[in-house]
């Protein structure tokens, strides 16, 4: 057998530790931390600085270009634009319109700048002080103005006294007042009828019911179509009364009643004219009430009357 001899391993050297190397090392980190954390300070220092002359430099910044655009010119509204034609005057609408751009709210701030101008509260008034406006739509403007369209209602119907005339919507609302001099810019192939009474109501009022425009906007229309009968006219002996009156070619009036449909009333009317009427006797009869519902009366001139009108005179058709 034999004997391995074992290694001697050589033992580390322990560092030196003569007083004075020890000192130097200790030194030397003790310098090398100091100036670390002076440089650490310093940067700090200086990044908070950096720091604080861009806040200050950006709140500047931003406060001049606020001051700019709200006081300068820049965005301040000079020109009202009306882009659709009406049957108002553009420059009627222009004076509504101005009062919102003039003056100052806070004592500061002009209303006519872009960023102040109350749409909402233009759309309104204008609305409340024109009725024939269906709808309005203001739109802001960079190029310092302000543009607006207005959608008018549709007029049904014209009602004339001696001397003016009103439009009147689909509602029975008068949306105009004008004199007959302007009936054809107004007329728009809306039906005419004769207000008797000369009391024309004024812009914004009601003047009747939604019937009563429908039935007096198609009368005319309806008599030459389903009983060949020519209207020389369409009256009314008061704006608000239910009772439309035509007056026909040959001379009669017909009375309808609007609160009725009038389809009913034509139907009762052609029954009578065949069977009760003989059309020889139309020039003699005066006129045809059909305000009855379901029935007609009619009554003959006093001067054409013979001795078969005498007993057709009371007569009522059913």
Not at 9 to 28: E, L, V, W
Request: include cysteine; aromatic fraction near 10%.
């Amino acid at each position: 057998m034999f004997w391995r001899k074992k290694k001697s391993i050589p033992k580390k050297r322990k560092a030196p530790t003569d007083k004075k190397t020890k000192f130097k090392s200790t030194g030397k980190a003790f310098i090398a931390t100091t100036q670390t954390e002076t440089f650490k300070a310093k940067s700090n220092f200086e990044e908070k600085i950096s720091r604080i002359f861009f806040s200050l430099t950006t709140i500047v910044i931003l406060a001049l270009a606020c001051y700019y655009l709200i006081f300068s010119s820049l965005l301040r509204i000079n020109k009202v634009v009306i882009k659709t034609p009406t049957r108002i005057k553009k420059e009627l609408i222009k004076q509504e319109v101005r009062p919102f751009l003039q003056g100052a709210f806070l004592k500061y701030f002009n209303r006519d700048h872009f960023l102040f101008i109350n749409r909402g509260a233009i759309e309104k008034h204008l609305l409340q002080t024109f009725p024939s406006f269906e709808d309005v739509r203001v739109k802001k403007s960079l190029f310092k103005k302000i543009e607006i369209e207005i959608i008018e209602k549709q007029i049904q119907l014209n009602m004339c006294g001696d001397f003016e005339c009103i439009a009147i919507d689909q509602q029975g609302t008068v949306i105009a007042r004008f004199s007959k001099d302007n009936l054809f810019k107004y007329s728009n192939d809306a039906e005419l009828i004769i207000d008797k009474s000369n009391q024309l109501a004024l812009p914004g009022h009601g003047v009747n019911t939604a019937d009563f425009v429908k039935a007096a906007s198609q009368i005319r229309e309806k008599l030459n179509q389903k009983l060949s009968i020519n209207a020389r006219g369409v009256y009314v002996p008061l704006a608000q009364a239910p009772e439309i009156q035509v007056a026909t070619n040959k001379n009669y009036l017909l009375i309808f009643n609007s609160k009725d449909p009038l389809n009913d009333q034509l139907q009762a009317l052609k029954v009578i004219l065949e069977n009760e009427i003989q059309p020889q006797d139309l020039d003699c009869l005066e006129y045809l009430d059909l305000r009855v519902q379901g029935k007609v009366f009619y009554k003959f001139h006093d001067d054409c009357r013979t001795e078969a009108q005498e007993s057709e005179q009371e007569a009522v058709a059913s």
